[in-house]
């Protein structure tokens, strides 16, 4: 009988290293300073001590004075300093390597003081493209690997060439299988309108930049701007004494306005919504390109929001929790969760539909227009009542819910008008609150939990009764919806069962 010949073993994953140009890139500002300062204080003592000027008051120097020695002593330092740079470059790219296994994500980095950081790819979220302006000059990329901490990137790989961080993030997304269909019968419901072309990408809207410049000069932040420009050579005209200390409080309110006003154009700059098989996918940026794949099962609530200025021209923006993004750190960080900055109301019909492709199509614009528009308790949304005024009185006409099979849709404001849509499947928790002035009245408000993000579900002074009963009926929904959505996907196994 022949012997069955023994499993040979997989091979170990290789360690890969990271573009030879990004320590130069990560560091170049550092190197610039440390071998510029070197060679001023190198160039300064070598002066002093050949014109013998020690603390001597300084002499002009005639370069016909200075001996070719001299200079050829300066270039070898200067060489020498360069050469110093390109080897500690060498070493920190030598030493810096990564590695990309079924289970992890490594990376290691470090000569004296050695890190190795690492993401597990089950729990990865969404893996990101970002190209900074100096990295994208030289076709460089950084790939972002969001987790599901809801926090900062976990792993943060940089650099790669271009075609090499989308051939990888195209692999490490096709092993993950992070396209996330919708509850059964989903697709039965409504037929796909981006059907598979072959095509990875699928483009689906583009913000135009006049449209994307007239939201900036539209915002509060542009205004405050233009008061200042117009305010200050006012001042200046009535009180020209006060002058100093009027450009003393106008300058930094100005350079901080418009930092603000300039960063949100430079960030929506030549935004581009695509279709792609894991989800969504969104580029955008003038100088630092960054680009997001989104997965439509990632994406806990959706939040569509009409600035005052906006309305007469009829845009909205539409932002959205997503699970691994967390909330925004700051105003840099606030395009990560953003679908579509600045859009008309059809494009915002498109991006619901994308990000929630549970959804039936006919409840969604329904549900939409009136709760970006609706008014009082007419329709489908139960609103607060009347004796809300005494707390509420300008938004209590607009505040309510409405509920469908799928998902869950609060609005409120008055001149700036936001809806709100939670899939039931999605919420985490519900709570009902009160304070003595609204049990006084006999109001309650509900907060609906979902992942951290910029959208916050919550309905202010409903009737207690409504309250409660909106907290026990979403319980009941979300239990029921991810039943629904887990038990075709995701057997449930009996404990005893468990290993």
Same mark, same amino acid.
């Given at each position: 009988m022949s012997a069955v010949p023994a499993p040979v073993p997989d091979p170990a994953p290789q360690w890969h290293r990271v573009h030879p140009l990004t320590p130069v890139v990560k560091g170049w500002l550092a190197i610039v300073v440390l071998v510029g300062g070197f060679v001023n204080i190198v160039l300064d003592d070598l002066? =002093?001590?050949? &014109?013998?000027g020690g603390d001597s008051p300084a002499q002009e120097l005639d370069p016909g004075q200075v001996s070719p020695l001299f200079w050829w002593a300066l270039a070898g330092?200067?060489?020498?300093?360069?050469l110093v740079a390109a080897a500690v470059v060498l070493v920190a790219w030598w030493f810096t390597r990564y590695?990309?296994?079924?289970?992890h994500v490594r990376i290691r980095s470090g000569v004296l003081f050695r890190q190795e950081r690492q993401a597990r790819l089950d729990r990865v979220q969404a893996?990101?493209?970002? =190209?900074?302006? &100096?990295?994208?000059?030289?076709g460089l990329a950084e790939l972002k690997f969001e987790v599901a901490d809801a926090g900062q990137s976990a792993v943060s790989l940089s650099y790669l060439t271009h075609p090499q961080a989308r051939a990888l993030r195209g692999e490490l997304l096709g092993r993950l299988g992070l396209a996330a269909p919708g509850p059964p019968g989903a697709a039965a419901r409504r037929p796909a309108p981006w059907a598979a072309t072959g095509d990875e990408e699928h483009p689906v809207l583009t913000v135009p930049v006049p449209r994307l410049l007239g939201s900036v000069l539209a915002s509060g932040s542009a205004v405050v701007l233009a008061v200042l420009l117009v305010a200050a050579p006012v001042a200046l005209v009535l009180d020209p004494v006060a002058g100093p200390a009027v450009l003393a409080a106008w300058l930094p309110g100005l350079v901080s306005f418009g930092a603000v006003a300039y960063r949100r154009f430079e960030q929506g700059?030549?935004?581009r919504l695509l279709r792609v098989p894991e989800g969504m996918r969104v580029r955008y940026g003038l100088f630092s390109v960054r680009s997001q794949t989104v997965p439509a099962g990632r994406i806990q609530a959706v939040g569509v929001?009409?600035?005052l200025l906006w309305r007469p021209f009829g845009w909205y923006r539409v932002r959205a929790n997503v699970a691994g993004y967390g909330p925004a750190a700051g105003e840099g960080?606030?395009?990560?969760?953003?679908?579509l900055p600045v859009g008309t109301l059809p494009e915002v019909r498109t991006v619901l539909h994308l990000a929630l492709p549970g959804a039936r199509d006919g409840d969604l614009p329904a549900l939409l227009g009136e709760g970006l528009h609706g008014l009082g308790g007419q329709g489908r949304y139960t609103t607060s009542p009347r004796r809300a005024r005494w707390l509420d009185p300008l938004v209590h006409r607009r505040t309510g819910f409405a509920a469908t099979e799928d998902v869950l849709a609060?609005?409120?404001g008055r001149l700036s008008r936001r809806t709100d849509v939670l899939p039931h499947e999605k919420t985490q928790s519900v709570a009902v609150s009160q304070g003595p002035l609204e049990r006084a009245l006999g109001l309650a408000d509900v907060e609906l939990h979902s992942t951290p993000g910029p959208v916050t579900v919550a309905v202010a002074h409903l009737d207690a009764g409504d309250a409660r009963a909106l907290a026990a009926a979403q319980t009941a929904h979300a239990a029921g919806a991810r039943r629904l959505a887990d038990g075709p996907r995701h057997p449930r196994v009996p404990l005893q069962e468990r290993a």
């Open positions: 002066l =002093r001590a050949y &014109l013998g330092i200067v060489v020498l300093v360069l590695q990309v296994t079924p289970e893996i990101d493209i970002h =190209r900074p302006f &100096l990295p994208r000059l030289l700059y030549h935004f929001d009409q600035p960080d606030a395009m990560r969760s953003t679908l609060v609005r409120s």
